[in-house]
């Protein structure tokens, strides 16, 4: 599917699943039709199917409506000029980051840079993000300064119906993130043991062979 991008928002993975939390991608794609994801954002997305199996659903929602059409994803193999990717890559290797445009292995806060460049380039309305780097001072704004920002908080504000849905909302996402954590928590303690125990487990069987 052929997308012209200057039509519609660039959405980075936080956000994602702040909209997924709250209820509110309906509204959302009503409005806008079209949500634009980086491909290094659609692999951090995809992550969460095996991140934590009681939030994978932030993953799997995420592919059913890439395959409806309502989630569109730039490949920037694809759909980014070869010129323009050499500018990019060498933007993000002055930013300090290692690997590209690619994502693998994964390097902290290039999702929100690299959908910042696209914004830019593509003349995206606008990008969804709350990462603080697109805030007075910060480095997002201090590359991009008239790149025009949505936060979650101008979101409910948007789509929320009223005052009260809109407290409820908030408060939703709130009481769910901390849910969130604390199931990252305790799945990290677990995969922490379960690695103790295969390591103690290769231990002792290497010590029967010898």
């Not at 997924?20 to 079209?34: A, G």
């Not at 095996?50 to 995420?62: D, E, G, P, V």
């Not at 993130?177 to 069987?205: A, G, H, V, Y």
């Amino acid at each position: 599917m052929s997308v012209n991008f200057s039509r519609y928002p660039i959405c980075d993975a936080d956000m994602w699943v702040y909209l997924y939390l709250s209820d509110l991608t309906i509204r959302v794609f009503e409005k806008y039709q079209i949500l634009v994801f980086a491909d290094v954002v659609e692999q951090e997305i995809l992550e969460w199917e095996n991140k934590n199996k009681k939030f994978r659903n932030i993953s799997l929602y995420f592919k059913r409506c890439k395959e409806d059409g309502l989630i569109v994803v730039i490949n920037h193999e694809v759909d980014v000029e070869s010129e323009d990717r050499d500018y990019f890559e060498q933007v993000l290797i002055d930013l300090d980051f290692s690997h590209g445009l690619m994502n693998n292995p994964r390097e902290k806060n290039k999702g929100e840079i690299v959908s910042a460049m696209y914004a830019d380039h593509f003349e995206m309305p606008f990008f969804l993000t709350n990462d603080k780097a697109f805030q007075e001072g910060g480095i997002g704004k201090v590359l991009y300064p008239d790149l025009k920002i949505k936060n979650f908080y101008q979101i409910v504000e948007e789509f929320g119906k009223n005052d009260d849905e809109k407290i409820k909302i908030r408060s939703l996402v709130h009481q769910k993130q901390e849910i969130m954590q604390r199931s990252f928590e305790k799945q990290k303690e677990e995969d922490k043991k379960e690695l103790l125990l295969n390591t103690l487990k290769e231990k002792i069987n290497s010590r029967r062979l010898t």
